[in-house]
């Protein structure tokens, strides 16, 4: 099962994580390949939100390696693992609340300025410039979103449906290779979250690898063409969506429950 | 908007002396004030935007003011080369305990850079031969700019004036910046402003350091001005009136921050009249508006009006925001 | 110069057993309600100066002391009630800045009530010095380990064997909780203020015949009490006796040994260091920082 693709993105091999004694990754091992919308699934406390922390730096792994188009990640703080290509959005919202939306999505922007202290308190020419250059791509990115008309409000006010577009938002202004969501689903109405399965798509169709957190169960089916699932930090199941649903073992685990979705 | 409020700002800092002429409050009490404005928006940068408190920020005001009166009194150094060495003084010290001194939060780091402030105050204090211990120092000679000597009330509320115009300018234009979007970030949320490739250490340092050099500045010019410093004027007091002003016009606001400092350095002077009761008022005053107005007076008012209009314009269900935690 | 060393060891901990008092009130009402009390350091004043006002005015020692005490704590019972219970809530440095109004306030009140000159104490009983084997001391010195020892341990015992005590403990261990199972969270919270204002009250009235006292002496003491707290460990009671002693024990031999001017830097760098990398105390146990 675990041949080498030749194009994969993020290879994660044998990672432990354990908390004081309590095994929350138990040796995963899985590849990403590049372009793929790759959905990550499994019931509550199997570990999801801990593999998404320690891809993103925020826990150091026990054991286990995880490589990024070549770079070991291991090690790395946040910032420079964000440099390396991957943005991630959060389950509970991390936004920038008394910043604009616009502002936030700026701040995603971060690592494709240059503008250092000095410069931007004289606010050089080339500074203005910059700027000029980074509202177009935080504008380019909310477009995408469907959030344009709501640039220049305050993040913190707007509905949650929206303000999880704003995280999506942000994150994509990163320009990503890797991009993390992590239960963007959670909490949105069915119609959002068709909206959100079309924002996925596009996302997607413009060559970003994703790597989906998801409880949803008709999104995941829907839009991923490849599942990795987890229960009890190890993993349980991986294939394409058609091989997962038929699965013995992941329907066992759900106990038929959650799993009651048509394709 | 940003020019907008620096240009009626800077309309009314021109007009003053000249529609009130040779006025005590204009000349005297602008002076104080605009000092204070540099530091307060000095702080408010870290404080406000980078939600870090210090309570020693004196000891930067203090840097600066003992390095322009010691160099320029013993080794009779020209007024603007002690003022570029106590900046580099400060930054530098800044810079040293910014990493060790950021990794802590809240009462710790409010204990630690107290801590800070009460050591370099000892210093003043007790190294005699450089700082002449509690009596001061005095006869430090009058600023010399390009060959212009600044030796009058009205010529120093002049160099006061530019030199807190050109502070608050360097702030706004900071703040409205992707180095002050980062750091609003990184007081808002700061695990999402790491996974945007914000290096928050570095963010806080660099802030530190700005914030650190703002108050050397104001030292600098204070010494002159003052042609006499004593570790009075550097005290733990002196930080918690900073701390003060930056509260009292409202944190995350460059003017709310000035408006601060003018406002706490008017109400001394007014107080004046009632000095027993000074203590008293400045106490009562400090709880009153953190416990009803907490974001500030210039903030939590321009800020209501704001919040009315927009509610007004947007009156849609929106859920309230979540608590951001860890995920 | 070993004599010397036991005399500054002697000096020390009685200054460290003042100090450890007031981390004691520190602890406590961090404990109770995760607030950094700047306005510990004056209680001690207060404590102090009402017992000089009070004896002024005619009222035996042992009158004036209990009545400056309960004075002292009702003060901490009316800032819990007036001044933080109306911010609950509140960002840190929010809490902070309100207990540095109160600190400023009480401030003023005192030089208002007192003036602003330093006021003397008589010592409890005499000023004939008591000499411990090549060090000497004042018989007010022995009061001072002797109450420290006695409200410690009252305390200690308070926390650990009473349902009071340790309903105290849970307010700040789980509010939610806490009120859950019936505990009056309100109640709790001004319980903690009070008796840390009477605890700092009685370190007053204690250290006053030693050091005097003035609307102003609450300034450093109070910073003191916080430093003991922090090396022993915020939120840790008998952790901030500890510290107390130590940063006592620390500053006596620094003022003998390098430079009584020095005293108070040395007790900081101490501090500073600690904070650096220990952060959690010397002798913690509760977690740093809840985030």
């Known amino acids: 099962m675990m041949t080498a693709h030749s194009s994969s993105l993020l290879t994660v091999e044998a990672l432990e994580q354990s908390f004081g004694g309590v095994m929350a990754l138990a040796g995963v091992s899985f590849q990403t390949p590049e372009k793929l919308v790759y959905a990550i699934i499994g019931p509550n406390g199997a570990g999801k939100t801990t593999l998404f922390n320690v891809l993103c730096g925020f826990y150091s792994p026990t054991a286990g390696a995880l490589r990024f188009d070549g770079h070991e990640l291991r090690g790395l703080p946040p910032h420079r693992i964000a440099a390396l290509g991957i943005a991630r959005t959060f389950q509970n919202l991390q936004l920038f ?27 050089l020419p080339r500074v203005r410039r910059e700027e000029r ?36 938002a942000r994150a994509l202004a990163a320009k990503p290779r890797l991009l993390l969501l992590d239960e963007p689903a959670a909490g949105l109405n069915d119609t959002e979250t068709m909206a959100l399965r079309d924002l996925i798509a596009r996302i997607h169709a413009t060559g970003v690898t994703i790597l989906l957190v998801e409880h949803h169960m008709p999104l995941v089916m829907s839009i991923a063409d490849r599942l990795l699932v987890l229960d009890y930090g190890s993993v349980l199941a991986e294939g394409p969506p058609v091989e997962i649903q038929a699965n013995p073992r992941v329907i066992a685990a759900y106990l038929g429950g959650a799993v009651q979705y048509a394709v | 908007m940003r020019l907008a409020g620096f240009f009626v700002f800077a309309v009314a800092v021109i007009l003053l002396p000249i529609l009130f002429p040779d006025n005590y409050f204009v000349t005297v009490v602008g ?14 940068l870290l404080m406000g935007y980078a939600g870090q408190i210090s309570l020693g920020h004196a000891a930067f005001f203090g840097m600066g003011g003992y390095a322009s009166a010691i160099l320029t009194t013993r080794w009779e150094w020209p007024g603007w080369l002690a003022m570029l060495a106590g900046l580099l003084v400060a930054g530098t010290i800044a810079w040293l305990l910014a990493r060790p001194i950021l990794r802590l939060r809240g009462h710790y780091l409010a204990m630690a850079t107290l801590g800070f402030g009460v050591i370099i105050h000892v210093l003043m204090v007790q190294a005699t031969e450089w700082t002449g211990g509690p009596d001061g120092l005095g006869n430090i000679p009058p ?48 695990l999402a402003a790491q996974m945007m490739g914000i290096d ?21 010019l204070f010494a002159h001005q003052q042609a006499f410093v004593s570790p009075d004027s550097f005290s733990l007091m002196i930080s918690v009136e900073l701390v003060t002003m930056v509260v009292l016009g409202g944190m995350a606001s460059t003017f709310g921050a000035a408006c601060g400092a003018i406002a706490l350095t008017l109400l001394h002077e007014g107080l004046v009249v009632f000095e027993d009761y000074e203590m008293l008022i400045h106490g009562a005053l400090l709880m009153a508006v953190m416990i009803f107005l907490p974001q500030g007076l210039f903030v939590g008012l321009t800020q209501g009006v704001h919040r009315g209009w927009t509610w007004i314009a947007s009156r849609r269900g929106a859920k309230e925001p979540h608590h951001p935690a860890v995920s | 110069m070993p004599e010397q060393i036991f005399q500054f060891l002697v000096t020390g901990i009685t200054v460290g057993a003042i100090y450890a008092l007031v981390g004691l009130g520190f602890a406590l009402i961090y404990n109770a309600s995760d607030v950094v009390n700047f306005a510990q350091g004056e209680f001690v004043m207060l404590g102090a100066m009402t017992a000089i006002a009070l004896l002024g ?6 009158l004036a002391a209990i009545a400056a005490t309960l004075l002292t704590a009702l003060v901490g019972l009316l800032l819990e009630r007036c001044a933080i219970e109306p911010a609950r ?55 001072v380990l002797g109450g420290a020892v006695l409200l410690v341990s009252l305390t ?136």
């Not at chain 2, 104080?32 to 000095?42: D, E, K, N, P, S």
């Open chain 3, 89 to 143: 809530g509140a960002s840190v440095v929010t809490t902070i800045i309100i207990t540095i109004g109160a600190a400023i306030f009480l401030r003023g009140v005192a030089s208002l009530l007192w003036g602003k000159n330093s006021l003397p104490f008589p010592a409890f009983s005499g000023n004939e010095p008591i000499h411990l084997g090549g060090a000497t001391l004042l018989p007010q010195s022995l009061w």
């Open chain 1, 133 to 168: 250059q980074l509202r177009a791509w935080a504008a380019e990115a909310l477009e995408l979103c469907g959030l344009s008309d709501r640039a220049g409000q305050l993040a913190g006010a707007l509905p949650y449906g929206l303000m999880k577009r704003v995280e999506i």
């Open chain 3, 156 to 291: 200690r015992a308070f926390l650990n064997r009473t349902l009071l005590g340790k309903a105290l403990l849970a307010c700040s261990f789980n509010p939610v909780a806490a009120q859950l199972v019936g505990i009056n969270v309100k109640v709790m919270l001004r319980l903690a203020y009070g008796l840390s204002a009477g605890l700092g009250a009685i370190a007053g009235i204690l250290a006053a015949p030693i050091t005097f006292s003035s609307y102003e002496a609450g300034i450093m003491l109070g910073l003191k009490g916080f430093s003991a707290a922090i090396v022993g460990g915020i939120g840790n009671p008998m952790g901030a006796v500890a510290g107390g002693l130590l940063l006592g024990v620390l500053e006596a031999l620094g003022a003998g040994l390098i430079s009584s001017g020095y005293k108070d830097a040395i007790a900081f760098v101490f501090v500073l260091m600690v904070l650096f990398f220990e952060p959690t105390g010397l002798f913690g146990h509760k977690v740093a920082e809840r985030v």
């Open chain 2, 200 to 220: 928050t250490a570095r963010a806080k340092t660099q802030v530190f350091v700005v914030s650190a050099l703002f108050a050397a500045f104001a030292g600098s």
């Open chain 3, 57 to 62: 005015a005619g009222l035996p020692l042992v």
């Open chain 2, 31 to 44: 002076i104080a004030a605009g000092l204070h404005v540099i530091l307060a928006v000095g702080l408010n």
């Open chain 1, 97 to 123: 609340f008394n910043m604009t939306v616009l502002e936030n999505v700026m701040v995603g922007c971060h690592l494709r300025a240059k503008t250092g202290l000095l410069s931007a308190a004289l606010r």
């Open chain 2, 143 to 190: 600023l010399n700019l390009l060959g212009w000597t600044v030796d009058s009330d009205r010529q120093w509320y002049w160099v006061i004036a530019v030199a807190m115009l050109l502070v608050i300018g360097l702030s706004l234009n900071l703040v409205d910046s992707r180095i002050g979007r980062a750091l609003r970030a990184v007081r808002s949320a700061e």
